[in-house]
């Protein structure tokens, strides 16, 4: 007889941030640790549905990351609440008092995981200090640590046969003796591994973030197998009668038998971080949302069918995957796409096994491509319009993009007018791919979406790579406003100029500054890449770095504090960087914060963001780095280091190679006015000919509207009330003559090159 499938039995309301564990008591009661900084104890109903909050224990400094039960003892009557907690502690708590009962301190860095070990009043504890240690509760000490992972070790059990087992960010697992010796080391996962679960007295399950499940026997270290059925990251494992369920970031929990899975239940959150199993078969699991949601198999603890029917609509709505207006026994069968299609990235939706199935013709191939199921498919499909569909949306593309060898094509969803750099960017972000396949992804779409640049909208000019259109959105007069092709550009920027008897435009007189930013943006994006970054030297705290956005505001105060974990921030690779870049770019502009950077090791250190052949040398970090050295200009500390540096300055602008990015130009041509606003308040000729030079190179390459426009108001500014202007008219009269009789380039631009051909 086929078991029941497992429906929403209650949901548990009470914590204000994301649900990181979920633990069960020996009496069945659940007790759950979230970022909110509270660990809950949750007490069944009398009636048997539901639980009700019975203890919040809030005295944790900092996230609550697991938390584990321990079974009643002669020493603990009432067994133990466990928590560890971001604060590097673990506390014991009576589940009836408030306060814990001892604070257990020897980890240097978060505490992720606690496991009761086999012996009375004995636990293991995993921290991202890169060890686990065991513990007896009795002597309140540790009596074992465990050495040896190359990162954050994000989990720790110990088997029936006494053998610990231990799962880290650097992809490995290693099984121990209790001495804490390492007996093996088991490879094969290919990213991080984040949890482990027992499978009988010498056998055990981990999860990884390579979203795999893997089946261990501890003796002889062989793998006996993998399981797929995850889309993502693999956060959570834990034993469910014969099988187990799992949870991940794809927004699922499954259960498996046999190695299989046999249920997929989508959480309506975006990141189901743990989950494990009641004493009665049930499903424990607590998400991104703050919420714990109960599942049961047994009909009678489900929830009533109005809260099932209204969590279903929660999950619709959060998939929206499934097209109900198109009826398969209407549509042509597969000989339909024997015919050719009529134009490039025509939509044909046929009937392939009496499910909808929609292809895409391709003028390049000649033939018809499979895009996606219509009807049930959460990937891709097509609306009821004939446009292809990808999560639950239109759009005017839905391309195949082959990433790595051997692995079904990812999909990139693009419309028609959007900008490619902003679908690129995205495409990376939701993917979890390099920052380097930013242009490659780039210049796919405009090759393979018939889009005509020169017929593009441009996008907010300062909406950065990494952010998308819901994210940064800057308004104010400092920085630029929407552009069309062939429309006058606005003249926002522009107020920002004291207009002179010369010119409307230039000379330039105060320094230009980047302050827009979606702070709660850059926030969410510096704790994803800490979490998962696995690497725990670079590892800084959630607190620490919620502490340090408050430096982003201008006139914040600044402790020494928040420069050492911007400095650890700063160590951090270069594909992930760039949001370290973003709060340093704000940051400084407060004159503690600029006093404390702007030395001579200041511009060095950005070098490598800027310099050709660098690895870190990507659009995002260019455009990050030139826009720090504007912003340091903010104080009297930064102005002088410029004055100090102006022809290294110069230089940096003029290696920029193939500016190609137009947040990267009007970033680089923004530090060129910057520069020559110090070259004109120095009233002396040093660098005024460098920078003449330097602008007369970059003024060719520049596509972008509002990077020529400050380009030539930096050009303006340097030859205004130079006795040698007219020695530059034969360099600079030729391309001015060109910006000044093309309409296409706006009014604004026009101007400008006019009034310079004057000075000439």
């Known amino acids: 007889m086929a078991a029941s499938p497992y429906m929403l039995s209650c949901t548990l309301y009470g914590h204000t941030l994301d649900v990181r564990s979920v633990a069960v008591t020996w009496d069945g009661k659940i007790l759950s640790g979230s970022r909110d900084k509270t660990a809950k104890i949750w007490t069944p109903h009398e009636l048997g549905v539901g639980f009700r909050e019975t203890m919040s224990f809030s005295s944790h400094k900092n996230f609550v990351s697991c938390v584990c039960s321990l079974h009643p003892n002669p020493v603990y009557p009432s067994g133990l609440v466990i928590t560890g907690s971001n604060d590097h502690a673990i506390r014991l708590f009576n589940e009836a008092i408030e306060n814990p009962l001892h604070i257990l301190k020897d980890h240097t860095d978060t505490v992720c995981k606690i496991a009761a070990g086999h012996t009375e009043n004995t636990i293991f504890s995993a921290s991202w200090d890169k060890t686990a240690k065991m513990w007896d509760l009795k002597k309140l000490e540790v009596v074992a640590t465990f050495r040896g992972h190359g990162a954050a070790v994000w989990s720790v059990i110990q088997l029936s046969n006494g053998a610990v087992v231990t799962a880290s960010a650097d992809k490995n697992v290693k099984v121990w003796g209790m001495n804490g010796s390492c007996l093996t080391t088991l490879t094969g996962h290919t990213d991080c591994v984040r949890d482990l679960a027992p499978a009988g007295p010498d056998e055990f399950l981990s999860c990884s973030n390579d979203t795999t499940v893997r089946h261990w026997h501890s003796e002889t270290g062989t793998c006996l197998n993998t399981f797929y059925g995850h889309a993502h990251f693999i956060y959570s494992i834990s034993p469910l009668g014969s099988g187990f369920v799992t949870c991940g970031e794809d927004k699922t929990v499954k259960v498996w038998t046999n190695g299989e899975v046999t249920e997929s239940i989508t959480i309506p959150a975006s990141s189901v971080w743990c989950v494990n199993a009641l004493p009665n078969g049930d499903i424990v699991a607590g998400s991104s949302d703050g919420m714990i949601r109960v599942f049961s198999s047994d009909a009678s603890r489900h929830a009533s069918a109005g809260e099932i029917k209204c969590y279903k609509e929660q999950v619709e709505n959060l998939l929206q995957g499934q097209v109900g207006s198109i009826k398969t026994s209407e549509l042509p069968g597969v000989e339909a796409l024997l015919q050719s299609g009529k134009k490039d990235g025509e939509v044909k939706v046929v009937n392939d096994g009496n499910i909808p199935v929609a292809y895409g013709w391709s003028e390049a191939d000649q033939k018809w491509n499979k895009i996606g199921s219509v009807i049930g498919s959460n990937d891709s499909g097509v609306s009821a319009a004939g446009k292809p569909t990808y999560n639950g949306k239109e759009y005017d593309y839905v391309l195949s993009v082959d990433v790595e060898e051997g692995k079904p094509p990812l999909k990139l969803p693009y419309n028609k007018g959007d900008d490619p750099w902003h679908a690129a960017q995205r495409f990376i972000d939701e993917n979890h791919l390099s920052q380097q396949f930013l242009e490659e992804v780039a210049n796919f779409i405009i090759k393979n979406c018939d889009q005509d640049s020169s017929q593009m909208e441009m996008a907010p000019e300062f909406q950065d790579p990494f952010t998308g259109s819901a994210r940064y959105v800057p308004q104010t007069n400092s920085e630029v406003a929407n552009y069309k092709s062939n429309t006058s550009v606005s003249k926002s920027f522009t107020n920002n100029y004291n207009i002179t008897s010369k010119s409307e435009y230039f000379p330039q007189r105060e320094f230009i500054k980047f302050d827009q930013a979606n702070l709660n943006v850059i926030l969410e994006k510096l704790l994803e890449f800490n979490r998962k970054s696995g690497n725990v030297d670079k590892l800084v705290t959630d607190c620490e770095i919620e502490d340090l956005m408050k430096i982003c505001e201008a006139g914040a105060d600044c402790s020494p504090e928040n420069i050492l974990t911007l400095s650890r921030l700063l160590e951090w690779p270069g594909e992930i960087i760039f949001p370290v870049l973003d709060v340093m770019r704000l940051a400084i502009r407060n004159a503690d914060v600029n006093s404390y950077l702007c030395n001579d090791e200041l511009i060095p250190a950005l070098m490598k963001f800027l310099s050709p052949g660098s690895s870190f040398q990507v659009p995002p970090n260019n455009m990050l780095a030139l826009r720090v050295l504007s912003n340091m200009l903010a104080s009297d500390a930064g102005q002088t280091l410029a004055e100090k540096n102006k022809i290294m300055l110069l230089n940096i602008i003029k290696n920029i190679s193939e500016p190609y990015v137009k947040t990267v130009q009007v970033?680089?041509?923004?530090?060129?006015?910057?520069?020559?606003?110090?070259?004109?308040?120095?009233?002396?000729?040093?660098?005024?000919?460098?920078?003449?030079?330097?602008?007369?190179?970059?003024?060719?390459?520049?596509?972008?509207?509002?990077?020529?426009?400050?380009?030539?108001?930096?050009?303006?500014?340097?030859?205004?009330?130079?006795?040698?202007?007219?020695?530059?008219?034969?360099?600079?009269?030729?391309?001015?003559?060109?910006?000044?009789?093309?309409?296409?380039?706006?009014?604004?631009?026009?101007?400008?090159?006019?009034?310079?051909?004057?000075?000439?």
């Open 667 to 760: 970033a680089m041509a923004t530090l060129l006015l910057n520069v020559a606003v110090i070259i004109r308040r120095s009233e002396t000729p040093e660098g005024r000919k460098e920078a003449l030079a330097v602008t007369h190179q970059i003024l060719p390459v520049l596509t972008d509207p509002e990077a020529l426009f400050r380009a030539l108001v930096a050009l303006g500014t340097l030859l205004d009330n130079f006795l040698d202007s007219k020695s530059y008219t034969s360099v600079f009269r030729p391309i001015l003559a060109k910006y000044q009789n093309d309409s296409s380039l706006g009014k604004k631009i026009q101007d400008c090159s006019q009034q310079i051909l004057q000075i000439l």
